[in-house]
T-cell receptor
Framework: GIQVEQSPPDLILQEGANSTLRCNFS?????LQWFHQNPWGQLINLFY???GTKQNGRLSATTVATERYSLLYISSSQTTDSGVYFC?????????????FGKGTKLSVIP | EPEVTQTPSHQVTQMGQEVILRCVPI?????FYWYRQILGQKVEFLVS????????KSEIFDDQFSVERPDGSNFTLKIRSTKLEDSAMYFC???????????FGQGTRLTVV
């Protein structure tokens, strides 16, 4: 199966700071998604971004499918952004539609 | 906005007992999944279900696990004889069609004691 590497594994930010989270895939993927897992354990869909760039408020994401990576940008971070951010993708052409997740980036935003 | 709903949100069960976790996928979705997340670890695929049958399963999904879509709305995961290591957050997900965005439920936190 594909390997999904996320970096950094942990990140501490001062409120108001910006950050970039990265997701690398070992193979070509479809259906790349970013999730935020909140303190209650819920997985919140952030972006469905197989390629290109999308923005939603203070968050934006870019996927460069040919180079097998995706980036999540958080600007002007707030304490409510704290939690774990996961990327996940579906291996292209495998006939399988399961999402393979990375280990996540744990973000802590301090006031 | 349509969403995937899971019940219960928390369940505590004794080792060896059977548990059934329930999910109501988004109504016009065709593919259904169960994933699990052991505390502090990544989310792992268990099983996918399409056209009333299992389409794919992982090594984790052994004979103790089964899935069912008993009616047009519910999708269930049954663990026949729970073990301590089954303690985890279980997520249900649904997809409208292949290679489109997956939507996850809020999860069921299962604790086996």
């Amino acid at each position: 199966g594909i390997q999904v590497e996320q970096s950094p594994p942990d990140l501490i930010l001062q409120e108001g700071a910006n950050s970039t989270l990265r997701c690398n895939f070992s193979d070509s993927v479809n259906n790349l998604q970013w999730f935020h897992q909140n303190p209650w354990g819920q997985l919140i869909n952030l972006f469905y971004i197989p390629s290109g760039t999308k923005q939603n408020g203070r968050l934006s994401a870019t996927t460069v499918a040919t180079e097998r990576y995706s980036l999540l940008y958080i600007s002007s971070s707030q304490t409510t952004d704290s939690g774990v951010y996961f990327c996940a993708g579906v291996l292209t052409g495998a006939g399988s539609y399961q999402l393979t997740f990375g280990k996540g980036t744990k973000l802590s935003v301090i006031p | 906005e349509p969403e995937v709903t899971q019940t219960p949100s928390h369940q505590v069960t004794q080792m060896g007992q059977e548990v059934i976790l329930r999910c109501v996928p988004i109504s016009n979705h065709l593919y259904f999944y169960w994933y699990r997340q052991i505390l502090g670890q990544k989310v792992e695929f268990l099983v996918s279900f399409y056209n009333n049958e299992i389409s794919e399963k992982s090594e984790i999904f052994d004979d103790q696990f089964s899935v069912e879509r008993p009616d047009g709305s519910n999708f269930t995961l049954k663990i026949r004889s729970t073990k301590l290591e089954d303690s985890a957050m279980y997520f249900c997900a649904s997809v409208r069609q292949a290679n489109t965005e997956a939507f996850f439920g809020q999860g069921t936190r299962l604790t086996v004691v």
